[in-house]
């Protein structure tokens, strides 16, 4: 189920919302089902966009940095989910090795490791951190802002078992997205890991993610009688692209021409009074780079300089080579006049809590994933049980949409991440006949 938790949002509930509520038996029964067709990812974070006459995601990531901004009355929620988490992925774990971002400066992310270090010891696991650094050949220990430290030791491999000095762990749990691509020490071990390699953005695409939501979505639309659309960003792909050398401008300007039109269809069925956009990204990577939100498809041809240097590299310098057009989704949800979106959080199969994404310097059709943002942590609600006809001071659990199309991404990436490894599985196939 999905915690009460306060939310940005006020006066009456959306029709959206209400259905929701109302169809939780069956959302709940279905969303169960799921998880017998499926493995569930051991974690993720998924920023939504609520527009008021649509809720949608935007991105899912399944090696979330940000354990740190969620409200420390969460933690009890996450040592229980972790320990089905851990459970599920290695039943007698009693070590794990915890392997971060190769980060030893960015003090935001590194508490983020020593959050996440805190939930597995809760959780009952000894934990060590096992850094991909080269460069630190020793234990090291970083001392954090808020008082908190964390020690980075050298992954050390005897045979087909990873650990850290004289520590030898039941599983290995990643915290790093592998956008450089698979760390040669992580391959071919006997301990479980968890998200497998397969699931890095070295390997992931966004369309590939948002083509398995686009199944989700119908299948649930069907389930509770409503237009997918509502909660379903469309997409493109433009593949082939160079931004440097300004390859595959028509492509991408056709496109987004493409998108804008089936978005103007859809506003004028709804009686969406206003201008739709897309955002067109890099298929893979994260950190909110090689972003820009287009209005118009004249705005993606004849790129100055600055803007193609913007769009052509990510994360660890990574060329772009195929960018995703995306529905924008646009945010009415403002704290302190500030524009917001939701970030949920999961561990294995349960909302875990969230927090907001807040960036004063940006507008409700732009990308908050940028320097600037700030991060509000969701607080519980009443603690009574929501009921859409319940009596004054127990209100219905407006969170609880956000929960389930969080769970509907959460899906999607399992679908995803299965379909990766069974690639993996048969492109292996023929060198090991050979072998």
């Known amino acids: 189920m999905v915690p009460h938790l306060t939310t940005a949002l006020a006066g009456p509930l959306m029709d959206l919302e209400r259905t929701f509520l109302e169809r939780m038996p069956e959302i709940e029964c279905w969303l169960r089902s799921k998880w017998h067709e499926h493995a569930v990812p051991f974690y993720a974070s998924v920023d939504l966009r609520n527009a008021g006459f649509k809720l949608a995601p935007v991105d899912t990531n399944l090696f979330p940095g940000g354990f740190n901004n969620l409200n420390p009355s969460f933690m009890p929620l996450c040592v229980q989910a972790m320990q089905a988490a851990v459970e599920r992925a290695c039943a007698d774990a009693r070590g794990v090795l915890l392997v971060p971002e190769s980060h030893t400066r960015n003090t935001f992310y590194l508490r983020n490791v020593a959050t996440l270090e805190g939930i597995l010891k809760q959780a009952g696991l000894r934990v060590r951190i096992g850094t991909l650094i080269p460069d630190i050949a020793q234990p090291t220990r970083v001392d954090l802002p808020d008082g908190t430290s964390v020690t980075l030791e050298p992954i050390v491999r005897r045979g087909r078992r990873v650990g850290v000095g004289d520590f030898d762990p039941c599983m290995v749990l990643l915290n790093n997205d592998l956008s450089a691509g698979q760390p040669p020490i992580l391959q071919g071990i006997d301990q479980p890991i968890a998200p497998p390699l397969a699931a890095g953005w070295y390997n992931r695409l966004k369309s590939h993610h948002f083509e398995a939501y686009h199944t989700v979505a119908d ?154 943002a700030e991060f509000v942590p969701l607080a519980f609600e009443s603690p009574c049980i929501p009921d859409l006809s319940g009596p004054a001071g127990c209100p219905p659990n407006r969170f609880y949409a956000y929960g389930v199309v969080a769970r509907l991404a959460q899906v999607a990436a399992a679908i995803e991440v299965g379909q990766l490894a069974e690639r993996d599985t048969r492109a292996a196939a023929p060198l090991a006949a050979t072998v």
Not at 295 to 300: C, G, H, L
Not at 342 to 357: A, T
Request: hydrophobic share 40%; aromatic share 10%; glycine share 12%.
């Open 219 to 372: 299948e649930f639309g069907a389930l509770i009688g409503i237009d997918p659309w509502l909660v379903d960003p469309y997409f493109g792909v433009c593949g082939e692209i160079n931004f440097q050398e300004r390859a595959g401008e028509q492509c991408l300007a056709s496109n987004v021409d493409w998108l804008l039109g089936r978005l103007r269809a859809k506003y004028d069925e709804y009686g969406i009074d206003e201008k739709p956009f897309v955002i067109v990204k890099a298929d893979a990577g994260t950190y909110g780079m090689g972003i820009m939100t287009v209005r118009d498809a004249s705005e993606v041809q004849g790129l100055n300089r600055k803007q193609r240097n913007k769009m052509a590299v990510v994360k660890e310098g990574l060329e772009v080579t195929s960018v995703i057009i995306q529905e924008g989704v646009p945010t009415y949800e403002a704290i302190n006049d500030a524009i917001a979106e939701p970030v949920v959080y999961l561990i294995d199969r349960y909302v875990v809590g969230g927090f907001y994404r807040v960036h004063a310097s940006r507008g409700r059709d732009e990308n908050l994933n940028a320097p600037g």
